[in-house]
């Protein structure tokens, strides 16, 4: 039987979190794996206590003198290239000063290789909120997110626009019944969903991952905060979609907004932590820290980060599958894309790790869907695979409001005048999330018509947020 030690063990016995632990974790696999734990353990526990006895080991000499270099040096700064790299803006006219400042700095990361700058843009935490930032190998908690994986999906029903009307209390009474929005809210009992993405190995591991699984389930299916929603509406087919094939026509649809709940947030508050820890940069980058993907950190980021991005699909797939069982539809075609993620792509025949922090992919043919506010349209997309954005086109239309400036500046009455004239049924949600606190949704559009080609629009009638005035997650 293989002998397995996980970073966590070597924690224990008196290493720290660096790149001594991710090499040590590569010369266990490569020479002791059939060397009994407690023995290794012991070994290694020595090499970290006293390395200068093992410099001249043939197999533990690289360990040593890394341990060696890190007991002696502190954590240097690591500086910033003078001037930033170029890139592309999308929609400059309506990005604020805050969201260039900050991609300007994360255009001077010496891991740096491209970025680019989405319509809907605004200023966020490291990388600014529709930034597109590809690095050499290296990936940064901040610049995937808080909300890890966070989504959109859309679900087209067999439903005429017709027979939606004049069904407002079934609609509105399903929508309830199998919805749950708010700061940690969960389903309890016999309420509680089940996906096989719950019997993931990723859980597995690490003990953080472990720790959250039960957490994890019991938030499955459920919406959490923010700007998350989950919406009845009409999506209108101005000609047939071959690709999707559905003729031309209006058809009820369904539409819903959120991410990977505390499991996500868990996930990024932990590794970015631990990204300051080892990579220490100037002040005004200190959010950008970001992790080798050769290094054992690097790794568990990403297992936990894909696991996230999984699980958040997951909860849409639950919420879809219980309201179209509750209504009797038939799915003609569904679309899902998610944000708040890093990829494994190719740009200019090099390998590159690509963040997209709201800001959706929109690859040649790519389906998306681009959500305006809660009355005004959303768009179902195809990508164009335009390079200058890194293959990338906007989440949504983006804040013009900071949620403060919001509530000081909108009314209930002008709320709610709103939500009439577009005959919008609204369930929770607070002045934070007042259609007049996003940007045009119009103009984001047209600031990318290089980036995508619109298939269809969808029109929302009926939205459930949340009323707690939460957060994302």
């Known amino acids: 039987m293989k002998t397995i030690i996980t970073g966590n063990e070597l924690l224990t016995i008196g290493f720290t979190e660096g790149k001594s632990v991710g090499l040590a974790l590569t010369l266990i696999a490569e020479n002791f794996e059939d060397v009994a734990k407690e023995e290794v353990l012991n070994l290694l526990r020595k090499v970290k206590s006293y390395p200068e006895s093992f410099l001249d080991d043939k197999i533990l000499a690289p360990l040593a003198k890394l341990i060696v270099a890190e007991n002696n040096t502190e ?16 929609g400059e006219n309506y990005i604020e000063e805050g ?62 626009e017709k027979h939606y009307f004049g069904k407002d209390n079934m609609y509105k009474r399903e929508l309830i019944a199998f919805t749950k929005f708010g700061a940690g809210r969960e389903f309890r009992g016999l309420e509680r969903a089940d996906h096989e993405v719950m019997e993931s190995e990723a859980f597995q591991a690490t003990p953080l991952l472990k720790g959250l699984h039960a957490k994890a389930w019991s938030q499955l299916g459920t919406s959490g905060g923010g700007n998350h929603f989950v919406e009845w509406g009409i999506i209108d087919f101005a000609e047939r979609d071959e690709i999707l094939n559905i003729d031309k026509g209006r058809y009820v649809a369904l539409l819903t907004h959120s991410g990977s709940r505390g499991l996500g947030a868990t996930i990024a508050g932990h590794y970015t932590k631990v990204a300051k820890q080892l990579c220490k940069l100037p002040d005004d980058a200190a959010n950008l820290a970001y992790l080798d993907l050769n290094s054992a950190e690097g790794q568990e980021y990403w297992i936990a980060m894909n696991l996230a991005g999984d699980y958040a699909s997951a909860c849409h797939e639950v919420i879809h599958k219980r309201l179209t069982k509750a209504i009797g539809a038939k799915v003609l075609a569904k679309v899902e894309n998610h944000h708040n993620f890093a990829w494994k792509e190719t740009l200019n025949g090099e390998e590159v790790i690509v963040h997209r922090k709201g800001a959706t992919p929109a690859a040649k043919g790519v389906m998306g869907i681009i959500p305006g506010s809660m009355t005004a349209p959303g768009f179902l997309v195809r990508g164009k695979g335009e390079e200058g954005s890194i293959h990338s086109a906007s989440h949504g239309a983006g804040r013009v409001m900071s949620r403060s400036k919001a509530i000081k500046n909108i009314t209930k009455a002008e709320m709610k005048a709103v939500l009439k004239d577009h005959g919008v049924t609204l369930i929770g949600a607070g002045l934070d999330e007042a259609p007049m606190a996003y940007k045009d949704i119009h103009q984001v559009m047209a600031a990318q018509q290089d980036l995508v080609d619109i298939v269809a629009k969808f029109e929302p009638k009926m939205v459930r947020m949340a009323d707690d005035g939460s957060r994302e997650d």
């Open 75 to 90: 954590l240097d700064t690591i500086s910033l290239n003078n001037a930033s790299k170029d890139y592309r803006i999308f």
């Open 99 to 160: 969201a260039r400042k900050q991609m300007d700095i994360a255009m001077k990361l010496p891991v740096t290789v491209a970025g680019a700058l989405m319509p809907d843009a605004h200023q966020g935490y490291g990388l600014p909120i529709g930034g597109v930032l590809a690095t050499n190998n290296s990936i940064i908690p901040y610049g995937v997110g808080v909300d890890i994986g966070c989504r959109m999906a859309l679900s087209i029903f067999d439903i005429p």
